[in-house]
């Protein structure tokens, strides 16, 4: 990951900076004005144990969000969402430092979530945890492990069906012990969860997403000697899942530029409530990064049995990504779906890129529209020192019951933002480099600035325009004098 110190990069910098301008991302001129503005809500850093954060799910009705964790014993998190504007901790369910929790789910049902359980360590063990927190014995403030589902390879991934007692699990095997992409378990008896199926070829299904007005699930192979590709299932009989369309990898480009499509470790995908599509983001962690799809699987002429590849975009400041110094900083990350008028648009937790939004109204034409970097707390925050430093937002989810985005931050956190459908804003360089937003320019926020610029990353929301999309020595050195300390 990126390891780039901030306090002494204008060291040295020297004549090799001056004159240089700001590369831009390949996508940022795509699109002239592009909708999707960003309003931050809320931020907290949580308890902060040691390790990092992972993925985030906002319950239906909006009032929790659930948090996992990755590296160390931060094990699962529940988020009190009743003012988005000040997410607060409401338990912490430890876990073992020998495994990762990166995934969370809700029940359908009050008082219950999920977690996943990855081995960290040969003989740690894996699976799922039932976590009770006010279904039966639990309570918000003392929940209750009540069941685990246990496999010895661990579950990455799993989601859940949004009126039945049925969650489904990537990977695992049949009754015969063949290796499957889909598993599915009956969690009626939350304190002892029952598989029921087992579907799809073999290989590394990376996750499952539910969509509930198809009822269907949609796989993400992300690996594998069967398939590695979108594959989707339909569970109109929630407990045998049926699969009805698939899209293959195999046979397409691999990723060869930036801003050119590739078709490489599939790793998410999630479909759009009111349009026939999917998009599916690869997370591709060298060389060229992995970027964002769109299917069609009936919004044109394509459908579930013969999807079509309608569009494609990378993040905003994407660039090869060299071992050791920028790993998976560039690709794509876990994303959703924000509808808002007859404007369309997908949000991202984008990893060093920080939170983006992508106006995908036009599905053809997906352009990056807004972002903001997940720094705040950054200072304060242990996170894991394996990532760099912030940003490295892991996911965004979206709920419509509260209109809000909750966003996910390895090193700093959970936030809540709001995204609206108006013009994404063109800011000048003092404005984009206020990262605190407080309306002075410090010096820590220049030498930020600098450091992205000595790697050739954009300033996020400059634009492309007039003096907007570049720094200079001078521009520096002009910055330096016009802030404050700190």
Same mark, same amino acid.
């Given at each position: 990951m990126r390891?780039?110190n901030r306090r002494?990069?204008?060291?040295?910098?020297?004549?090799?900076?001056?004159?240089?301008?700001?590369?831009?991302g390949p996508?940022?001129?795509a699109?002239?004005s592009?909708?999707?503005r960003?309003e931050l809500?809320?931020?907290?850093?949580?308890?902060?144990p040691a390790?990092g954060y992972?993925?985030?799910?906002?319950?239906a009705?909006?009032?929790?969000?659930?948090l996992?964790?990755?590296f160390?014993t931060?094990?699962?998190?529940?988020?009190?969402?009743?003012?988005?504007?000040n997410?607060s901790q409401?338990?912490?369910?430890?876990?073992?430092?020998?495994v990762?929790?990166a995934?969370?789910k809700?029940?359908a049902?009050?008082g219950?979530?999920y977690?996943s359980?990855e081995p960290?360590?040969q003989?740690a063990?894996?699976?799922v945890e039932?976590?009770?927190?006010?279904?039966e014995?639990g309570?918000?403030e003392?929940p209750?492990?009540?069941a685990?589902i246990?496999?010895t390879s661990?579950?990455h991934n799993?989601?859940v069906?949004?009126?039945?007692?049925?969650?489904?699990?990537?990977?695992?095997?049949d009754?015969?012990?063949?290796?499957?992409?889909?598993s599915?378990?009956?969690?009626?008896?939350?304190?002892?969860?029952?598989?029921?199926a087992?579907v799809?070829?073999?290989?590394?299904?990376h996750?499952?997403?539910?969509?509930?007005?198809?009822?269907?699930?949609?796989?993400?192979?992300?690996?594998?000697?069967?398939?590695?590709?979108?594959?989707a299932?339909?569970?109109?009989?929630?407990?045998n899942p049926?699969?009805?369309g698939?899209f293959?990898?195999?046979?397409?480009?691999?990723?060869?530029?930036v801003? =050119?499509?590739?078709?490489?470790?599939?790793?998410? #995908?999630?479909a759009?409530p009111?349009? *026939?599509? @999917?998009? /599916?983001g +690869?997370?591709?962690g060298?060389?060229?990064?992995?970027?964002k799809?769109?299917?069609?699987?009936?919004?044109?002429s394509?459908?579930?049995?013969d999807?079509?590849h309608?569009?494609?975009?990378?993040?905003?400041n994407a660039?090869?990504?060299v071992?050791?110094?920028a790993?998976?900083d560039w690709?794509?990350?876990?994303?959703?779906v924000?509808?808002?008028g007859?404007?369309?648009?997908?949000?991202?937790g984008a990893?060093?890129?920080?939170?983006?939004?992508?106006?995908?109204?036009?599905?053809?034409?997906?352009?990056?529209?807004?972002?903001y970097?997940?720094?705040?707390?950054?200072?304060?925050a242990?996170g894991p020192?394996? =990532?760099g430093?912030?940003?490295?937002?892991w996911? #965004?989810?979206?709920?419509?019951e509260? *209109?809000v @985005?909750? /966003?996910? +931050?390895?090193?700093t956190?959970?936030?809540?933002?709001?995204?609206?459908?108006e013009e994404?804003?063109?800011?000048s360089?003092?404005?984009?480099?206020?990262w605190?937003?407080?309306?002075?320019v410090?010096r820590?926020?220049v030498?930020?600035?600098?450091?992205?610029?000595?790697n050739g990353?954009t300033?996020?929301?400059?634009g492309?325009?007039g003096?907007?999309d570049?720094?200079?020595?001078k521009t520096?050195?002009?910055?330096?004098?016009?802030s404050?300390?700190n």
């Amino acid at each position: 990951m990126r390891d780039v110190n901030r306090r002494t990069v204008l060291r040295g910098l020297g004549a090799a900076a001056v004159g240089t301008s700001l590369a831009t991302g390949p996508a940022s001129a795509a699109q002239s004005s592009p909708h999707g503005r960003i309003e931050l809500l809320g931020h907290s850093l949580l308890s902060d144990p040691a390790g990092g954060y992972a993925e985030s799910e906002i319950r239906a009705d909006g009032r929790y969000a659930a948090l996992g964790s990755y590296f160390g014993t931060g094990g699962s998190f529940l988020v009190d969402l009743s003012d988005p504007a000040n997410p607060s901790q409401v338990h912490r369910v430890p876990s073992e430092e020998t495994v990762w929790n990166a995934d969370v789910k809700f029940d359908a049902r009050d008082g219950i979530y999920y977690r996943s359980i990855e081995p960290r360590e040969q003989g740690a063990g894996g699976g799922v945890e039932v976590i009770d927190y006010g279904y039966e014995s639990g309570s918000p403030e003392s929940p209750e492990i009540v069941a685990r589902i246990d496999r010895t390879s661990g579950v990455h991934n799993l989601d859940v069906h949004p009126e039945e007692p049925v969650i489904y699990l990537v990977n695992g095997t049949d009754s015969e012990g063949n290796a499957v992409g889909v598993s599915v378990y009956d969690t009626s008896d939350p304190s002892s969860p029952e598989q029921v199926a087992a579907v799809g070829p073999g290989g590394y299904n990376h996750d499952v997403t539910f969509d509930a007005e198809r009822d269907l699930v949609h796989s993400a192979y992300i690996a594998g000697d069967q398939f590695v590709g979108w594959m989707a299932h339909d569970v109109s009989d929630p407990r045998n899942p049926e699969e009805v369309g698939r899209f293959s990898y195999a046979d397409r480009p691999d990723y060869e530029e930036v801003g =050119t499509a590739g078709f490489e470790v599939c790793h998410y #995908a999630r479909a759009d409530p009111n349009r *026939d599509l @999917v998009y /599916v983001g +690869d997370e591709k962690g060298q060389g060229i990064p992995g970027g964002k799809h769109v299917l069609d699987i009936g919004y044109g002429s394509g459908s579930l049995e013969d999807p079509k590849h309608l569009g494609f975009t990378h993040s905003p400041n994407a660039k090869e990504q060299v071992r050791d110094e920028a790993l998976y900083d560039w690709t794509t990350h876990n994303h959703d779906v924000v509808q808002k008028g007859d404007s369309t648009f997908l949000v991202d937790g984008a990893y060093h890129e920080g939170f983006v939004v992508y106006d995908v109204t036009d599905p053809e034409n997906p352009v990056p529209a807004h972002q903001y970097l997940t720094i705040d707390g950054e200072g304060e925050a242990k996170g894991p020192t394996w =990532t760099g430093a912030a940003p490295m937002a892991w996911g #965004a989810n979206y709920n419509a019951e509260k *209109d809000v @985005v909750v /966003v996910s +931050d390895m090193v700093t956190g959970l936030f809540t933002f709001r995204v609206h459908d108006e013009e994404a804003p063109v800011e000048s360089l003092p404005e984009a480099v206020d990262w605190n937003g407080d309306g002075t320019v410090q010096r820590s926020e220049v030498e930020r600035a600098v450091s992205m610029w000595a790697n050739g990353e954009t300033i996020p929301n400059t634009g492309v325009a007039g003096d907007n999309d570049h720094l200079d020595w001078k521009t520096v050195r002009r910055l330096l004098r016009e802030s404050s300390g700190n």
